[in-house]
């Protein structure tokens, strides 16, 4: 099997290069430091597994291992861990590859063998029983010409309906993803606030409220590149939600 190794100590990859090649069986084809590399290093060698650390800066990996879900080819995981032996129960109950730090040679023999495909609720449910805390992303992936582009959440100024998509206008553009505003808001509502049905907008971007030449109220976006513009209509429905997020900001 083609092999990435995902951890961000240098010290642990190279290890983890060792022991691989010891086993003699597979073929280490690239590592990485942190999520954003493992994403597109897999997307560009299409490895069979990803030996992927779960406790790392920025981009967790189990917020890379469902980025790397939505390749074309998705890998197959196996987790590198120091978990207790409470969350390694979350790892056991759902038969998922795992191996516990430090590596050793028959740990992740026995690891490989027994890896599978995860699907997103089981990430979800091994995050949940393993204690993961927040386990919002940090990043929201897009498909653009077969390959995964990751948008920082810190980046977007708003999500809109479009069609069966959701458009991400964000700092650097424009991309199209297939997650609900439903499930956007369920995600990172504290972040953002319904402005009308087809909209959630970044509170942090939120420059003004206003009204328009026909008496609308409109949101006045700060640093945002959209091709829309920098104004949002706020539905009446919202406006008190609005408001109320914005402490009783005055039109």
Same mark, same amino acid.
């Given at each position: 099997?083609?092999?990435? $190794?995902?951890?961000?100590?240098?010290?642990?990859?190279?290890?983890?290069?060792?022991?691989?090649?010891?086993?003699?069986?597979?073929?280490?084809?690239?590592?990485?430091?942190n999520g954003e590399q493992?994403?597109?290093?897999?997307?560009?060698?299409?490895?069979?597994?990803?030996?992927?650390? $779960?406790?790392?800066?920025?981009?967790?990996?189990?917020?890379?291992?469902?980025?790397?879900?939505?390749?074309?080819?998705?890998?197959?995981?196996?987790?590198?861990?120091?978990?207790?032996?409470?969350?390694?129960?979350?790892?056991?109950?759902?038969?998922?590859?795992?191996?516990?730090?430090?590596?050793?040679?028959?740990?992740?023999?026995?690891?490989?063998?027994?890896?599978?495909?995860?699907?997103?609720a089981l990430i979800g449910?091994?995050?949940?029983?393993?204690?993961?805390?927040?386990?919002?992303?940090?990043?929201?992936?897009?498909?653009?010409?077969?390959?995964?582009?990751?948008?920082?959440?810190?980046?977007? *100024?708003?999500?809109v309906a479009d069609q069966?998509?959701?458009?991400?206008?964000?700092?650097?553009?424009?991309?199209?993803?297939?997650?609900?505003?439903?499930?956007?808001?369920?995600?990172?509502?504290?972040?953002?606030?319904?402005?009308?049905?087809?909209?959630?907008?970044?509170?942090?971007?939120?420059?003004?409220? *206003?009204?328009?030449?026909?008496?609308?109220?409109?949101?006045?976006?700060?640093?945002?590149?959209?091709?829309?513009?920098?104004?949002?209509?706020?539905?009446?429905?919202?406006?008190?939600?609005?408001?109320?997020?914005?402490?009783?900001?005055?039109?």
């Open positions: 099997m083609k092999i990435l $190794i995902v951890d961000d100590e240098p010290p642990a990859r190279a290890r983890l290069r060792h022991l691989v090649e010891d086993v003699g069986e597979h073929e280490v084809v690239g590592d990485a430091a493992a994403i597109a290093m897999a997307s560009e060698l299409h490895p069979d597994v990803v030996l992927l650390d $779960i406790r790392m800066p920025g981009m967790s990996g189990l917020e890379t291992a469902r980025h790397l879900n939505e390749l074309d080819r998705p890998p197959t995981i196996v987790f590198t861990t120091a978990y207790d032996q409470y969350a390694i129960e979350a790892f056991d109950a759902q038969a998922v590859g795992y191996v516990l730090k430090p590596v050793r040679r028959e740990r992740l023999q026995a690891a490989l063998q027994r890896a599978r495909r995860l699907s997103k449910e091994i995050s949940g029983r393993a204690g993961g805390g927040d386990d919002r992303r940090t990043h929201l992936c897009a498909r653009a010409h077969g390959a995964l582009r990751l948008i920082p959440v810190e980046s977007i *100024c708003y999500f069966k998509y959701t458009r991400v206008c964000h700092a650097s553009g424009e991309e199209l993803i297939d997650d609900s505003l439903k499930q956007l808001e369920d995600e990172f509502g504290t972040d953002f606030v319904r402005i009308h049905r087809g909209a959630l907008v970044a509170v942090a971007r939120i420059g003004e409220l *206003c009204k328009s030449a026909d008496g609308e109220v409109e949101i006045v976006l700060r640093d945002c590149a959209a091709k829309g513009g920098d104004r949002l209509t706020v539905s009446r429905r919202h406006l008190a939600q609005v408001r109320k997020r914005l402490k009783g900001l005055p039109v």
